[in-house]
C-alpha cells in the first residue's frame, strides 16, 4: 500500500505539471486537440509499458523451471505434493528472482526518460498569440 501511495504521489506531481506545461503552448483554439492528443498518448504509452513489463515477467517465469509450478501451487496446494523436495523453495526464489529483474527493467526504462526530462525547457513559455482568421464559434 505505501508503494501504492508513493507511486500515485509521483504521478501527481509530474503528470499535471507536465500537461499543463505543454497546453502553455498552445493557442486558445489548439487547446481541445492538444489535450485529446495528450490523453491519447498518455493513455496509448500507460498500455504499452504495461504489455512490455507483462512481456518481460513472462518470458523471465518461463525461463525458471519451478516458478510457475511455485506460484500454481500457491493456489492449488496439491501440485506442492508432486513436486520433487526442495523445488517448491527454489521455484519461489525463482519466481523472486524473475519479479525482481522486472523490476529491475522497470527502473532502467524510468531513468532513461529522465534523459529527455533533463533536455525540457526551464523557463515559462511566452503565451501564443490566436490568429485573427481563426473561426468563432456561436452558440446559444
Given at each position: 500500500?505505501?508503494?501504492?501511495?508513493?507511486?500515485?504521489?509521483?504521478?501527481?506531481?509530474?503528470?499535471?505539471?507536465?500537461?499543463?506545461?505543454?497546453?502553455?503552448?498552445?493557442?486558445?483554439?489548439?487547446?481541445?486537440?492538444?489535450?485529446?492528443?495528450?490523453?491519447?498518448?498518455?493513455?496509448?504509452?500507460?498500455?504499452?509499458?504495461?504489455?512490455?513489463?507483462?512481456?518481460?515477467?513472462?518470458?523471465?517465469?518461463?525461463?525458471?523451471?519451478?516458478?510457475?509450478?511455485?506460484?500454481?501451487?500457491?493456489?492449488?496446494?496439491?501440485?506442492?505434493?508432486q513436486l520433487p523436495p526442495g523445488a517448491l523453495a527454489a521455484g519461489?526464489?525463482?519466481?523472486?528472482?524473475?519479479?525482481?529483474?522486472?523490476?529491475?527493467?522497470?527502473?532502467?526504462?524510468?531513468?532513461?526518460?529522465?534523459?529527455?526530462?533533463?533536455?525540457?525547457?526551464?523557463?515559462?513559455?511566452?503565451?501564443?498569440?490566436?490568429?485573427?482568421?481563426?473561426?468563432?464559434?456561436?452558440?446559444?
Amino acid at each position: 500500500m505505501a508503494a501504492l501511495f508513493v507511486m500515485g504521489l509521483g504521478m501527481g506531481c509530474t503528470m499535471m505539471p507536465v500537461m499543463t506545461a505543454a497546453i502553455q503552448t498552445l493557442t486558445h483554439a489548439q487547446v481541445a486537440r492538444g489535450t485529446t492528443l495528450m490523453n491519447i498518448v498518455n493513455q496509448t504509452a500507460g498500455s504499452i509499458g504495461t504489455a512490455v513489463m507483462s512481456v518481460v515477467l513472462t518470458n523471465l517465469l518461463n525461463s525458471k523451471p519451478f516458478a510457475q509450478a511455485a506460484i500454481a501451487s500457491h493456489f492449488n496446494p496439491a501440485i506442492a505434493k508432486q513436486l520433487p523436495p526442495g523445488a517448491l523453495a527454489a521455484g519461489f526464489d525463482q519466481a523472486a528472482a524473475a519479479f525482481a529483474h522486472t523490476f529491475v527493467v522497470a527502473v532502467v526504462l524510468v531513468v532513461i526518460t529522465l534523459i529527455p526530462a533533463y533536455f525540457l525547457p526551464k523557463v515559462k513559455p511566452s503565451l501564443p498569440q490566436d490568429s485573427s482568421d481563426a473561426p468563432i464559434m456561436m452558440g446559444h
